[in-house]
């Protein structure tokens, strides 16, 4: 069996798809545990993940930290799941497109500012490119160094302990059993039935880096992340977009003032939106325009572009991995249900990350696949933390930590607001961020923080600030008593917590 796996072993690094790294044709050190392990072991190994995303990642080198051997499945050529696919595609085109365009400079230097004029797919792709390859790069490298071993195989349930490889070579199929397995196998774009997704004329958000071309027109449906990202990003390319969403309201989870902002934002940029909306239909055009699509809304109005985008929410990734074998049942949506521990109702088995649902965030998948390895090895650690950033990078971009307003006043807590706008820094009037907002919510009683909402650029670093202070309990006062420095945006924070403590006793 360790000889079968070391075959398993050897084309799994010769097949992973490192792109042009300067250490590809090194000889890597064989990462199969020790053989004295094997003398004792039941199973191949004590732990199989499949799945190389972030949820994956953390699991297997938790489990690694243990002393336990490990083997991380991924069926794709490349490690990193959608977080290094897609999510930081998405991420790094947003960058390049603000950097080409000249977006972040034009309220200093006039709206016809840019870098480089005629962007195409390809000046959007070299920097993309660049860092994909940095974070596969460096995935491998804890992976070599943790001695995981990697097999480039999809994997499938034959029972609770055995795994079935299929192998990019079929000739190599076989069947590996672990102790535990923990499932981080994400989710995929969900496509109603109608729609059919040729990743051109039609596509999701994994087709976005192989686009031929950056359409002149897009619908976007669905304004989720995903959508919102994708339609600041387009516009601020200069595409017309559409936003089409099924709900009145936008990002229903986050305060309302900041969603009304980033609804102007999106506006002001050339943003048309069509919300509590519905498709009915969907057709192919073809005139001496060329190919492009018409979106037919059930209100009787259409809408029509060069291509439509849909990201209407995700579904577990898990039509493939045979889990009644296992035992496991999924929902409408493909997700797996779990306990506290993230273990499934078979003993030993653990699913995290997008395969489980919501919050489906990098962040939070690192941490449960953390959380769930240690479980299985029974290794003490805090549970989840109740508190965590929501990040979407929009233009301008929105974090929050903890509750809205909305939550507070339906749960009859008294609270005061404080606000800052960036435009009372020096920092943002000199990088020419003019649409900044910063909100604390606080306890007029006890004073300690309950909510930090941002919209504005490097709102995803600040939120930081305040979930530390709210993490240990800290109060409004903190912000004013603290010297913080200057310039910078943090000091939207002491310029909001005063207008709170100002509005306590006008
Ligand atoms: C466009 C986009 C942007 C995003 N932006 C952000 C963001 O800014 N911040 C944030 O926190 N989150 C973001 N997310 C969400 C984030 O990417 C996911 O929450 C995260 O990737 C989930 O991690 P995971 O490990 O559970 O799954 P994934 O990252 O989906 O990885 C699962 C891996 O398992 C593999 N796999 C599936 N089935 C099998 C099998 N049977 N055998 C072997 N391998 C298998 C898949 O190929 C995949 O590589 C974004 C997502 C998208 C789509
Ligand atoms: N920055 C980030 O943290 C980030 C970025 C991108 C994605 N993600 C994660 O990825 C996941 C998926 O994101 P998503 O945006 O695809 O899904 P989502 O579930 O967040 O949003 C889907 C949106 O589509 C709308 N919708 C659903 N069906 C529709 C229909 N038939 N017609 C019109 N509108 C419809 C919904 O009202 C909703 O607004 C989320 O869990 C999110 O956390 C996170």
Redesign the pocket.
């Known amino acids: 069996m360790v000889q079968q796996s070391r075959q398993g072993l050897d084309y799994a690094l010769g097949w992973f798809d490192t792109g042009n790294i300067a250490f590809q044709n090194i000889p890597v050190p064989l990462t199969r545990p020790e053989p004295w392990r094997f003398a004792v072991a039941a199973y191949d190994y004590d732990l199989i993940v499949i799945g190389s995303g972030p949820a994956g990642q953390r699991a297997a080198i938790q489990a690694a930290k243990l002393d336990k051997s490990v083997a991380v499945l991924e069926r794709l050529p490349m490690l990193g799941g959608v977080d290094v696919n897609t999510?930081t595609a998405?991420k790094t085109l947003r960058e390049a497109v603000l950097h080409l365009t000249g977006f972040r400079e034009r309220n200093i230097y006039g709206d016809s500012y840019s870098v480089k004029q005629h962007i195409t797919m390809g000046d959007l792709m070299v920097r993309t490119g660049y860092v994909m390859q940095q974070q596969v790069d460096m995935l491998r490298v804890h992976f070599l160094t943790n001695q995981v071993e990697m097999i480039n195989a999809e994997g499938s349930f034959v029972d609770h302990h055995t795994i079935n490889l299929s192998l990019p070579d079929s000739r190599l199929n076989r069947a590996i059993t672990s102790d535990k397995v923990i499932i981080a196998v994400g989710s995929l774009?969900t496509t109603?039935p109608i729609v059919h997704v040729d990743g051109r004329l039609i596509f999701v958000s994994d087709d976005v880096l192989n686009l031929p071309n950056i359409p002149r027109s897009l619908t976007v449906?669905?304004?989720?992340?995903?959508?919102l990202?994708y339609c600041s990003t387009f516009a601020a390319l200069g595409v017309r977009v559409t936003l089409?969403?099924?709900?009145p309201r936008?990002l229903q989870f986050a305060d309302d003032e900041i969603v009304d902002t980033l609804v102007y934002h999106l506006r002001q940029n050339g943003v048309t939106l069509r919300l509590n909306e519905?498709?009915n239909d969907i057709e192919y055009l073809r005139d001496h325009r060329g190919d492009r699509v018409r979106v037919l809304l059930e209100s009787g109005k259409q809408i029509i572009s060069d291509s439509v985008m849909y990201?209407?929410?995700?579904t577990g990734n898990t039509a493939n991995l045979n889990l009644e074998a296992a035992g496991i049942q999924v929902d409408e949506r493909g997700r797996i249900s779990i306990d506290d521990n993230y273990q499934t109702c078979v003993e030993g088995i653990y699913a995290v990350g997008g395969v489980i649902g919501?919050?489906?965030?990098t962040s939070t998948s690192r941490m449960q696949g953390r959380l769930a390895a240690c479980h299985a090895f029974e290794e003490p650690i805090k549970r989840f933390p109740d508190l965590f950033p929501?990040?979407?990078?929009t233009i301008p971009e929105l974090a929050m930590i903890g509750k809205t307003e909305s939550q507070l006043t339906d749960a009859g807590v008294s609270y005061e607001i404080g606000k800052a706008n960036y435009q009372e820094t020096m920092s943002s009037v000199m990088q020419g961020d003019n649409a900044g907002m910063l909100k604390l919510l606080f306890d007029t009683e006890s004073r300690k923080i309950l909510g930090v909402h941002i919209l504005g650029e490097d709102a995803a670093e600040l939120i930081h600030i305040g979930q530390a202070v709210m993490a240990h309990g800290g109060t409004v006062d903190y912000f004013t008593e603290a010297v913080i420095s200057y310039p910078s945006l943090a000091e939207c924070y002491a310029t909001a917590a005063l207008n709170g403590i100002n509005r306590l006793d006008p």
């Open positions: 999510g998405s774009s109603p449906v669905g304004g989720g992340a995903i959508g990202e089409v969403d099924r709900n936008l519905n498709v990201c209407v929410g995700r919501f919050p489906d965030l929501y990040t979407v990078r």
